[in-house]
Antibody
Framework: QVQLQQSGPGLVKPSQTLSLTCAIS??????????WNWIRQSPSRGLEWLGRAYYRSKWFNDYAESVKGRITINPDTSRNQFSLHLNSVTPEDTAVYYCARGGLGIDGFDVWGQGTVVTVSS | EIVMTQSPVTLSVSPGERATLSCRASQTVNSNLAWYQQKPGQAPRLLIYGASIRATGIPARFSGSGSGTEFTLTISILQSEDFAVYFCQQYNNWPFTFGGGTKVEVK
């Protein structure tokens, strides 16, 4: 079955870049069915979809307006994984971050990573 | 963006009873609505998609209904493992948005 395994630091300093990776097993990052998403969850903002990457003859990205300009989601075909980079972080970016498969041919988010607690603090 | 509103915020139910959760969208999402269950320290788990289709491995006591702007998740006979937080999510319009959740707790 499809599994997603997240990795990355749990503590990031304000103004720096938050970087997380999601390794995929049982599917391909280059699949032409579905997309690879990052979602975060905090008490103040609830569940918030951040963005996605997907391949349809070429790579595409969609990003939430709330983080547009600060976010990049990159696929890594050689390692079959994808990454999240969120720059210029503030304490408001403190949250549990999840990667998930879903959308564009897959209804809902059907596979999730285990989650990474990220705290933005000096 | 579409705002998803869930009610009630907390639902107190006894094991073996029926639980009915509601989700309302600020504009139509057709049947592009999913429900998730989340337990403490875990990622959300997809229960229902297409408003009424159970995801793989989801027990038949979970059922979804509705279309347009009004949706319902029903748990017919609550088991101990069903006490959790439930979220609805629309995927009709980008960006996809989630409701604030309903916590189902033991009465």
């Amino acid at each position: 079955q499809v599994q997603l395994q997240q990795s990355g630091p749990g503590l990031v300093k304000p103004s720096q870049t938050l970087s997380l990776t999601c390794a995929i097993s049982g599917d391909s990052v280059s699949t032409d069915s579905g997309a690879w998403n990052w979602i975060r969850q905090s008490p103040s903002r609830g569940l918030e979809w951040l963005g996605r990457a997907y391949y349809r003859s070429k790579w595409f990205n969609d990003y939430a307006e709330s983080v547009k300009g600060r976010i990049t989601i990159n696929p890594d075909t050689s390692r079959n994984q994808f990454s999240l980079h969120l720059n210029s972080v503030t304490p408001e970016d403190t949250a549990v971050y999840y990667c998930a498969r879903g959308g564009l041919g897959i209804d809902g988010f059907d596979v999730w990573g285990q989650g990474t607690v990220v705290t933005v603090s000096s | 963006e579409i705002v998803m509103t869930q009610s009630p915020v907390t639902l107190s139910v006894s094991p073996g009873e029926r639980a009915t959760l509601s989700c309302r969208a600020s504009q139509t999402v057709n049947s592009n609505l999913a429900w998730y269950q989340q337990k403490p320290g875990q990622a959300p788990r997809l229960l229902i998609y297409g408003a009424s289709i159970r995801a793989t491995g989801i027990p038949a006591r979970f059922s979804g209904s509705g279309s347009g702007t009004e949706f319902t998740l029903t748990i017919s006979i609550l088991q101990s493992e069903d006490f959790a937080v439930y979220f609805c999510q629309q995927y009709n319009n980008w960006p996809f948005t989630f409701g604030g959740g309903t916590k189902v707790e033991v009465k």
